[in-house]
């Protein structure tokens, strides 16, 4: 049986919704210039005398269509390469590193191929690489005993570089073995920012290989053509005595604006009595020509902790008051600061007249800068838990050292991986 239902026509809602005719707006007011009316139960009070321009509501649509007028933001480099090419370019980019230093970071990435971006933006997009190129098996995922993240080249990553027409060796069985390479990682991270710069740059290992491409082992007849086992020969002073010994850098860099080599320490430990009197002897001979016949402008001391940066500046500043009580005489060497951690290095050079007498003239040849290592960057996390700073990166004058404002700073690096940066910023040097 249906139900029944019961309606009451004359209920107060029923009448209230039937009632279409608005109720007549009156005035009420004991303040001149000022009505209120009333309706659908609304009072709204309006002074008279007033101007007041139309509101025109904004939609939804007509905002989207004023925001269509504004230029679109920059796309990088998928505005001129499609997606699949610049993700090939970026594997390729990061298995040659792989390749070239055996064991590599997320940090490696980010400054080999997304040097022109922010900080976060560079390690954002290496992070994405990464985990795509692991996924893909072409790199394997390890732990060091510090607890530092690190991959290796795989086979197939090989086999991927080989289809490309790059020759390449797997590395996974050397870096499983690996307990603490953070030395080798600082060392090669400098270099990679030196490359950024647009320097030539190589670690101690690829120095040596460089040195010795035409070395003979074992010739008596010509003793210039036996292997090199150092870049520069100095008398390291002593409390024994004066020792002669070769010494080779962690890193090299090799400037074309200034000209010179830039060497570079990566001290990850307190210096020791005999490694102090190797940076001293080291500091006396800047200015002097190396193995390969350049001449050392620079010695960049890259230190873990303030601590050793303490010392590293304790030597220079005991070479300094040293070197600066005496008369500047030919060969003679002073030392001045420049700015925190900066210092310039000047000699006397004889500077033949044209009435023919020879005066000395002041010359700076060379600096030395003592600076952190960026421990800070490889420890900055994307998420909001990211407590670290993001200072040092390549926007700053920083990396892979500092640059005095003498020998002018560095410049914005360009992305490597499309031509329409490379070729503006050879247009910019020019």
């Known amino acids: 049986m249906p139900a029944q239902t019961k309606t009451r026509a004359d209920s107060a809602g029923d009448t209230a ?16 210039g000022v009505t209120a009316s009333a309706r659908n139960r609304v009072t709204a009070v309006t002074r008279i005398g007033d101007k007041q321009d139309a509101i025109t509501p904004v939609t939804r649509l007509q905002g989207y269509a004023h925001g269509i007028t504004k230029p679109p933001p920059p796309r990088g480099a998928t505005g001129v390469m499609s997606s699949l090419a610049l993700r090939d370019a970026i594997y390729e980019r990061s298995l040659l590193l792989a390749n070239r230093f055996r064991v590599i970071r997320t940090l490696d990435i980010a400054a080999a191929c997304f040097p022109e971006r922010p900080f976060k933006a560079a390690l954002t997009a290496a992070q994405r690489a990464v985990r795509g190129l692991v996924k893909s098996d072409l790199l394997r995922r390890y732990r060091t005993d510090r607890f530092q ?77 036996g292997t090199t086992q150092g870049y520069i020969t100095v008398d390291v002073h002593r409390h024994s005595g004066t020792v002669r010994k070769s010494l080779r850098p962690d890193a090299v860099a090799f400037e074309e604006r200034g000209g010179g080599v830039a060497w570079v320490e990566v001290d990850r430990s307190k210096r020791g009595s005999e490694r102090q009197a190797d940076l001293a002897a080291l500091i006396g001979v800047i200015g002097s020509k190396v193995a390969d016949s350049k001449v050392l402008r620079r010695v960049v001391v890259m230190c873990k902790t303030a601590r050793i940066e303490r010392d590293a500046v304790r030597v220079v500043e005991q070479l300094s008051a040293a070197g600066n009580s005496l008369v500047l005489t030919e060969g003679r060497r002073h030392i001045r600061r420049f700015d925190d951690g900066v210092y310039e290095v000047w000699t006397a050079v004889p500077f033949k007249r044209a009435d023919g007498r020879t005066a000395l003239v002041d010359e700076r040849i060379g600096h030395i800068i003592v600076q952190m290592l960026p421990t800070w960057l490889p420890k900055v996390r994307i998420d909001a838990s990211n407590s670290w700073s993001c200072d040092g990166w390549f926007g700053d004058n920083y990396l892979p050292y500092r640059r005095p404002p003498s020998t002018g700073q560095w410049e914005v690096p360009a992305s490597p991986l499309w031509s329409v940066n490379e070729s503006a910023a050879d247009g910019a040097d020019g």
């Open 149 to 225: 993240t690190v991959y290796g080249l795989t086979q197939r990553g090989v086999d991927w570089l080989a289809d490309r027409g790059h020759d390449a060796a797997s590395s996974v069985r050397r870096v499983s073995d690996m307990t603490n390479p953070e030395h080798r990682l600082w060392a090669q991270f400098l270099v990679i920012c030196a490359w950024a710069r647009g320097l030539d740059a190589i670690t101690e290992a690829e120095l040596l290989q460089r040195l010795n491409t035409t070395a003979r082992p074992g010739s008596t007849k010509n003793p210039k053509a």
């Open 17 to 32: 919704a039937s009632n279409t005719v608005p109720p007549p707006s009156y005035t009420t007011g004991t303040t001149p």
